[in-house]
């Protein structure tokens, strides 16, 4: 019983609760270029050596030529931020060229009847028939939120924007259409 393994199927390398089959996978390396617009908590861009240019960063494209439009201006989706050439999250930076966005609706809105127009019918059919019409009052209530996906260089970020009324879903869509307009 002693000589007996408690895994008679040992991984390869031989040491218990190290990883298998190349998972997890390393992080990519940050861009070697830092985003071309500066502001508040974004850092601005460093200035580049005359002699040669950076080379290019594997899984990642070419750093953008100075003066041929690098990225659009900033842009905000929940915590996602859109700077330069560069989406910034909360889990890190990612490369805004060829990111993949989503938004998925997850909200609902339900017509009621108020409460307040069930006490006016109550106290105003007391008095004249007229009070059954405070029963057609009703009011929309939306709940829930709509939740924003982006994919970039190998990194995946969601957020969740709570919905207040029936238009946010229309108009996080157009700020994540505006963003899949600058990934191309």
């Known amino acids: 019983m002693s000589d007996q393994q408690p ?3 040992p991984s390869g390398n031989g040491s218990p609760g190290s ?4 998972y997890p996978q390393p992080y ?10 500066g502001g508040a908590g974004i850092p601005s ?6 002699a040669v240019p950076p080379g290019p960063v594997p899984g990642y494209p070419a750093a953008p030529v100075a003066g041929a439009g690098a ?3 900033g842009l905000t989706i929940g915590d996602i931020t859109i700077a330069g050439d560069q ?9 805004l060229r060829g990111a993949m966005w989503n938004a998925t609706d997850f909200s609902r809105t339900e017509t009621k009847m108020p409460t307040h127009a069930v006490v006016l019918a109550i106290v105003f059919f007391i008095f004249c028939l007229l009070g059954l ?4 009052m009703k009011e929309k209530v939306t709940t829930g939120f709509i939740q924003v996906t982006v994919t970039s260089g190998g990194r995946h970020h969601s957020t969740m924007i709570p919905a207040t009324d029936q238009n946010t879903f229309h108009w996080v869509m157009s700020m994540v259409n505006q963003a899949r307009s600058l990934s191309i």
Do not use: C, D, E, R
Not at 87 to 95: F, H, L, R
């Open 7 to 9: 895994n008679p199927y």
């Open 133 to 136: 019409l405070f029963l057609l």
């Open 87 to 95: 989406i910034i999250t909360p889990s890190g930076t990612m490369p």
């Open 45 to 50: 861009p460093a200035p580049a050596p005359a």
């Open 19 to 22: 990883p298998s089959y190349g």
């Open 71 to 73: 990225g659009g201006a």
């Open 28 to 37: 990519p390396a940050p861009p070697a270029y830092q985003p071309t617009v």
